[in-house]
């Protein structure tokens, strides 16, 4: 057995005949270009492309497959260059009842083995949704109903960013995931944290102590891949293997989770909608301290107090590591060029971050430089808060 990195979560920005996919994402994600990305510079070896239902994708997988660099694993994936293999994924987003009886709704991540199964879920799909050539568009389905469909063309499903507030289970839906998968929770086996939320958050909850953690980076651009990730412990790179990692089965078995410091999220604090600040009360509030306003977009740290339900957070046994990682484009003072010098020389940011000494960092890029990369290296930043859809800062 050999330890490997993965992300599970990159989008597609545009197909490769220009059509969107994920209007928001960058123009330069496409499927060749992240595998590229990922053998070359990013230096993970399991890469989840989640738009590839989109039948705009799937024509680009195809021609992916003829040019000689990728073929089918016999275990399921994409092999590329014999270094990265690619699950073929797809994002759905369910239709809940949200709390209150508004309307709620959750990201899902779906995997699936082969070209052939994600076609047949693209299919089905179609009927639920109203373009399926479009990234993560709402399905008329519950995940009760999705999950169902999932297996049925061989895939797993793990609900995705499941505390952030507008797309998610526990965000805008349910304060119990077991509500909405009822007996087939068990089905579910993994969860994805999202980034404004760590293991020791997630932990206040009981019903995910049997359930394993990924961090994924949800990645709009090829230089954000691999912001989150997960090192795991498996025998070869494939699907199969990826799903015994999540399932915790045969030794395989994520081994640490990488991901930001949650106060760097998007989403961590309480944000007002009004005065535009945001809300680092110590306990969670729903009118704005500083204006009256009730127009607040919820944190996920306040989320998760309001519904955790332990009264200590404590990690069951083996639940591995959570890793603070400050990517470097988050680093003040680390701009494009130092980052392009940086991987010129070292080849991969995973080496820049976790692997080099800073003595070889500081005889590329001064001392300034490499002082700031080793404090965001062992967590000795300060951090303010992100909220409403705005990042956190290193001061
Ligand atoms: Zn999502
Ligand atoms: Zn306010």
Redesign the pocket.
Known sequence: MYEIFADLHVHIGRAENGKPIKITAAKTLNFANIAKECAERKGIQVVGIIDCASPYVIEDIEKFLQNGDAYELKDGGIIYKDKVCILLGS?VETSEEGRNGKKGSA?NICFFPYLKNIKEFSKEMSKHIKNITLS?QRSDLSGYDLIDIVEKYDGILIP??IFTPF?SYYGNCTDRIENIFKEKFDKIFAVELGLSSDTFLADAIKELENKTFVTNS?AHSLPKIAREYNKMLVEDISFKEIVKALKNEDGRKIIANYGLDPKLGKYHRTYCDNCNNTIETKEPVSICPLCGSSNVTFGVFDRIELIKDKADTISPENRPPYIYQVPLGFIPGVGGKTIEKLLNNFETEMNILHKLSKDDIEALVGEKIANAIESARTGNCKVHSGGGGNYGKIE
């Open positions: 994002e990201h993560t995705a960013h797309k949800d």
